[in-house]
C-alpha cells in the first residue's frame, strides 16, 4: 500500500547546461476556491470557514484578472480541462461559474470539447444548485462523499449526513453524465464490511468514476493534533483489496493509485498531472506548472483569501516562483507517472523532462530486477508490486540526504 513518500534528494540523472523543450505539455486551469462551510478535522487544503457569506463578486473578478496577469505565459496554448477545486467550489453560485467559464473561453483557447470539473459538496444547498451548474458549462462534477454511514460521517466532521449524500448523488447522476463520488476508508472504527457497504451504495448510482482514499493524518489538521483511534494497518490493506476487487468485477479500471474509471472514463485533468503536463492555477494558494521553451517554472498565489484578493488589486497575484532544477525533473516525472497503473511510453520521458531515458536507466534495470518494474519498448509501468510499494519504488530514483 502506497505510504507518504520521505524528504529525499534527487539523484542526478543529468545536468545539462541548458534544456530544450520541443513540444509543450498539454495545458489544463485550475482554479482554486478556498471557502468552505466547516472546515474538516483531516483536510490540509487551503479552506476557511465562509462565516455567513463570501465575497462572491470581488473573488470573481480577481480570478478573471488573474488568468489576464498569465496570459502571457501561455500564448497559443489551447486548455484542455478546467478543474474548479476547493474548499467547496459549489459554495459559488451558477451564474459566478457560468461568468468565469465565459471568461474562459473569451481569455483562453478553451478547447471546444474541454472537460470542466466542479468539485460539489453534499449538502442540500449546493446539490439545489446542480442544474445551474450545468446549464453554466460545467459537464462533471466531483462530489465529496466520503460514507454514506452517519456515525462515520460525524466522525470525520462533514456537515451533510447519509441521506444527503444518497439525495446528492442521485442528483449528480440527474444532471451529469460524468460524475466521480469520493469515497474514504479506514475510518474511525470502520469495519471491511461497513467499507464495502458505502461501495456498494456509491455503486448503485452508477458513477463513471470514483475515487477511493484511505484516511491519513496529515500535518497540520486537527486530527494530526487530536488523533482518532484508526483501523489497524493490516485491515486497511484488506479493505483495499477487497474495494479494488469488487470494483474489478463491477467493470471498473484502477487506471491510479486511487482512482477507478468505467472505460474511456477517467478523469482528463488528472490525467494530465499523472503524464506531468502543464497547468495554470488561479485562485488563492493555487499552484502552477508551467514548460516554457528552455525551463520548467512553478507558482503558488497567495494563500489566504484576504492576502489573495489585496495582492491582486496590486496586481502580483503570484506569492512565490521559482524554476524546476533540471537534476529534479526525473524523479518529479516518475513520481506522477509511476502512479498509473499503465504506466507510460518511454519517449514521453524525454518530452516532459528534456533529457533523454538512458540517463536513468541503472536506476530503471534495478527496479526492474526488484520485481518493481515492468520494462518494455512501448511502456514503463509499476508492477503490482511497485504499485502496492510505490514509495519503495520511487526511492530507487532518490538519494538520502
Known amino acids: 500500500m502506497a505510504r507518504t513518500i520521505p524528504i529525499f534528494t534527487a539523484k542526478p540523472a543529468a545536468n545539462p547546461a541548458s534544456l530544450e523543450f520541443r513540444v509543450s505539455p498539454p495545458l489544463a486551469l485550475y482554479v482554486h476556491v478556498p471557502w468552505c462551510v466547516q472546515k474538516c478535522p483531516y483536510c490540509d487544503f487551503n479552506s476557511h470557514e465562509a462565516g455567513e457569506t463570501i465575497p462572491e463578486r470581488e473573488y470573481v473578478a480577481a480570478l478573471i484578472a488573474d488568468l489576464q496577469s498569465a496570459l502571457p505565459l501561455i500564448w497559443g496554448r489551447p486548455v484542455v480541462s478546467v478543474f ?17 467559464i465565459a471568461a474562459f473561453r473569451a481569455l483562453a483557447m478553451l478547447a471546444p470539447d474541454a472537460e470542466i470539473t466542479l468539485e460539489a459538496n453534499p449538502g442540500t444547498i449546493e446539490a439545489e444548485k446542480f442544474a445551474g451548474f ?30 444527503e449524500a444518497k439525495r446528492a ?27 464495502l457497504s458505502d461501495l456498494e451504495t456509491a455503486l448503485s448510482f ?28 493490516d485491515l486497511c490493506a484488506d479493505m483495499q483489496e477487497a474495494i479494488e476487487a469488487r470494483l474489478a468485477a463491477a467493470g471498473y479500471a484502477n487506471y491510479e493509485t486511487s482512482a477507478f474509471a468505467r472505460p474511456d472514463r477517467q478523469c482528463r485533468h488528472n490525467l494530465n498531472y499523472w503524464y506531468f503536463g502543464d497547468y495554470l492555477g488561479i485562485g ?8 516554457l521553451h528552455d525551463r520548467v517554472l512553478r507558482q503558488m498565489r497567495w494563500k489566504h483569501p484576504k492576502a489573495y484578493l489585496d495582492n491582486i488589486r496590486g496586481g502580483q497575484p503570484v506569492q ?18 509511476l502512479r498509473l497503473t499503465e504506466g507510460f ?23 526492474e530486477a526488484e520485481g518493481l518494474l515492468a520494462l518494455g519498448p512501448e511502456r514503463i509501468a509499476p508492477t503490482e508490486k511497485g504499485r502496492r510499494f510505490l514509495n519503495v519504488l520511487l526511492e530507487r530514483f532518490l538519494a538520502d540526504e
Open 84 to 100: 474548479f477545486g476547493g474548499g467547496t467550489p459549489s459554495l459559488l453560485s451558477p451564474e459566478a461559474i457560468d461568468e468565469l
Open 134 to 163: 450545468r446549464r453554466a458549462g460545467v459537464n462533471r462534477l466531483s462530489l465529496g462523499i466520503q460514507s454514506f454511514n452517519d456515525e462515520h460521517l460525524k466522525a470525520l466532521g462533514r456537515i451533510h449526513g447519509a441521506a
Open 169 to 195: 448523488a442521485h442528483l449528480a447522476g440527474a444532471h451529469f453524465d460524468a460524475f466521480n463520488l469520493d469515497l474514504m476508508y479506514g475510518l474511525p472504527g470502520q469495519t471491511q464490511e461497513q467499507a
Open 206 to 233: 452508477s458513477p463513471a468514476h470514483l475515487s477511493c482514499y484511505q484516511l491519513t493524518l496529515e500535518p497540520n489538521t486537527r486530527f494530526a493534533a487530536f488523533p482518532p483511534e484508526l483501523p489497524e494497518g
Open 284 to 291: 488563492a494558494g493555487a499552484h502552477s506548472k508551467l514548460t
Open 320 to 337: 512565490e516562483e521559482n524554476q524546476v532544477a533540471a537534476a529534479s525533473l526525473p524523479f518529479e516525472f516518475l513520481m506522477n507517472a
Open 345 to 367: 511510453h518511454p519517449s514521453l520521458f524525454e518530452a516532459r523532462t528534456a533529457q533523454p531515458l538512458s540517463a536513468i536507466l541503472p536506476q530503471l534495470k534495478a527496479a
